[in-house]
């Protein structure tokens, strides 16, 4: 790997804001940073390759609370609830229909799915006791257990599956949506208005349900074995080719999940109550609660007002997690990747060549490495590391280097004009960056700002407290450059499909297109492999983002709770039912 160039300029002026920060919160616990549907990520982590020479910095073992005396008094008196930090989701608590991806945490505690993903990727069951797939691999038949109900005492049949599935089929529904990129058997027909029903959708009997694909797909068992809606409550008003009731519902939703949602104070809290009707038996603590104030995940932790806290791996966080002497830390690895937007309807983010300027001299191994004592690693594609989709082959890793960025804006025909600024038919070249307010966006801040004055490209940076208002702002087009993280990725796919079908406004690949078809076509892991390595390979190149990092993370768990298993891939809510207070 090419050592990488530092600026003198930079590291003095940064490197007592470098020590401060260190021991600040990477975020806050559960946080999903992403302008796309939320699966539910809480621990936004990753591994660190051998040769950056971090795994001194890393907690390679749980570690377990070695004082519980120290517990603060406002955690020790509290014997029915657990809290958990969560940045203020928009309320949107229907799946499918949720706003921004911090409703998908709170989905995840309302609803539990038909087929879970357990630690290593593998489905699971969920509400559906069992499953069979044809030999041709195009039905697929679920098995839902016996005596399942609702929040409200009411019964979950398999009409309410068949009513889900049908629902995400219906012309209004504008979100992204896997279930329908499944292709069941007739779905576009009944989407184009053609069929009063999905002919591949097939009820067997209450507890069983058929669905038949178009096409083989590699994700389908957990695409359509996903949260189900009650079609008693969410379908009472519906008609077809109008969804716009359902908004009405979000903040009273109906569930099957372990928890029921008692109330939800935006900015505030999000407050849950035991579901006494849940199928996999009830949660052993009475309330759960996400707490949406702003505020220090470390005094939060500190104080005993949450029990549970993500941080940065860094040394210095390790050591004071592990003085505090109450908290287990578990070393996390989460399947995501942080990246830089780009406005690919800007007319100079057009051009590749810009974008890997932007890529080349931006120093991404001070701001996501090193500023953070080596929590962290480059991406360079849109897989984490714990994927078997990870590849290093081939991949260019864009090191810092100034005068290839400016060899590139050579070519692209950016001159340095009079004022140090680049410009092209009288145009400057100038880079609008939004970012939320952090420790760690002033980090990047102050280093693009450098980096990029020296390039001649006029960096404008905006930060915005509120994630909801930032994602608003984007939505507008009135911007550049955004910061953003994914949410879980468990399939490849999944990390790719923002690339596919327009939904990166600007970005236009029919290969990628075919190739991402490609890679749901078959279920041979290795055949999958090599598809999504090409497909890597012409996204590393092209930049339709700009990769930038996966993050390690230590989890911080109040030493009184039993019960709490880490999945990446699933995030809290997988062990949450089982989470007690000693």
Known sequence: MRKQ????????????????????????????TAASPPTTPEANASSEPAEQGTEAHLLEEPFAATDLNKLPDRAKQRNDAIIVTLVNPSGAFTPYFTQVGYDGNVNSVLYTPLVRVDT???????LAEKWEISEDKLTYTYHLREGLKYSDGSPMTT????????????????????????????????????????????????????VTLEETNATALTVLGGPILSKAYYGKDYQFGNLDYIK??????????????????????????????????KPETEYFIYKTTEGDTWQFIETGEVDYGSFSATTDNIEKLKALGFLNLIPSTASNYGYNQFNLERDPLKDKRVRQALTYGLNRQLIYVDSR???????????????????????????????????????????????GIREKEGVKLRINYLGSKSPNTDIFIAVAKENYQELGVDFVPEQFPDFNTLVSKVNSGDYDMASFSTTIISDPSQGVERFIKGETKG?????????????????????????????????????????????NSVIAINGRIDGFELNPLAGIAYSLPGWNLQ
């Open 5 to 32: 160039r530092y600026s003198g300029l930079i590291w003095l002026g940064l490197l007592s804001l470098f020590l401060i920060l260190s021991a600040c919160s990477s975020g806050s616990a559960n946080k999903e």
């Open 120 to 126: 290593d990727g593998l489905p699971v069951p969920g």
């Open 159 to 210: 009409e309410d599956v068949e009513f889900t599935w049908t629902l995400l089929h219906d012309p209004s529904y504008d979100g992204i949506n896997s279930v329908v990129e499944a292709k069941i058997k007739g779905g576009q027909a009944y989407k184009d208005g053609k069929a009063d029903s999905i002919e591949g959708i097939q009820i067997i009997d209450e507890r069983t349900i058929s």
């Open 248 to 281: 009405n519902l979000h903040a009273n939703p109906i569930t099957n999940g372990p928890y029921k949602l008692e109330k939800f104070i935006p900015g505030q809290e999000v407050r849950f109550v035991v579901n006494e009707h849940y199928a996999l038996g």
């Open 373 to 419: 004592q080596g929590a962290a690693s480059i991406a360079n594609i849109p897989s984490s590391p714990i994927l078997w989709s990870y590849t290093e082959e081939d991949i260019n890793p864009y090191p810092y280097d100034p005068e290839k960025a400016k060899q590139l804006l050579d070519e692209a025909g950016w001159t340095v004009g009079a004022d």
């Open 507 to 551: 970005y236009d690949n029919p290969r990628i297109e075919e190739l991402y078809a490609q890679g749901l076509a078959t279920g041979d892991v290795e055949e999958r492999k090599a598809i999504y390595h090409e497909m890597f390979k012409i996204l590393n190149d092209e930049l339709p983002i700009m990769f930038t990092n996966y993050t």
